[in-house]
């Protein structure tokens, strides 16, 4: 299983950014693909996830309504969308998959996962 995440680089604060996981390896059907981001000297955090089986999607607060996460699973590729992008938003971006469909509760946790991706970088800065 491969998680190949790219997108990411320099936006001025405001800016717009999509990154792009290509999953492959991996029947994306019944899984569970989330967006994660790590800032410097800040513990990894959930930020997006969508369940492929129904689509049911669950964002952290600090994005919800900037970000959006989408599939295109003819592709096998989950996509993040984050407008309005502020500088607390710098980190490097990662993507994690599971083959289980996840209840809601457990969508943004770290520990659902099973594979990850590399990780892109994204800086909000001016």
């Known amino acids: 299983v491969q998680l190949q995440a790219s997108g990411g680089g320099l936006v001025q604060p405001g800016g717009s950014l999509r990154l792009s996981c290509v999953v492959s390896?991996?029947?994306?059907?019944?899984?569970?693909i989330g967006w994660f981001r790590q800032a410097p000297g800040k513990e990894r955090e959930g930020v997006a996830c969508?369940?492929?089986?129904?689509?049911?999607?669950a964002y952290a607060s600090s994005v919800r309504g900037r970000f959006t996460i989408s599939r295109d699973n003819a592709k096998n590729t989950v996509y993040l969308q984050m407008n309005s992008l502020q500088s607390e938003d710098t980190a490097v971006y990662y993507c994690?998959?599971?083959?289980?469909?996840?209840?809601?509760?457990?969508?943004?946790?770290?520990?659902?996962?099973?594979?990850w991706g590399q990780g892109t970088l994204v800086t909000v800065s001016s």
């Open positions: 994690a998959a599971t083959p289980r469909g996840l209840i809601r509760s457990w969508m943004l946790a770290i520990q659902s996962y099973d594979y």
């Open positions: 390896g991996f029947t994306l059907r019944s899984s569970t």
């Open positions: 969508i369940r492929q089986s129904d689509g049911s999607t």
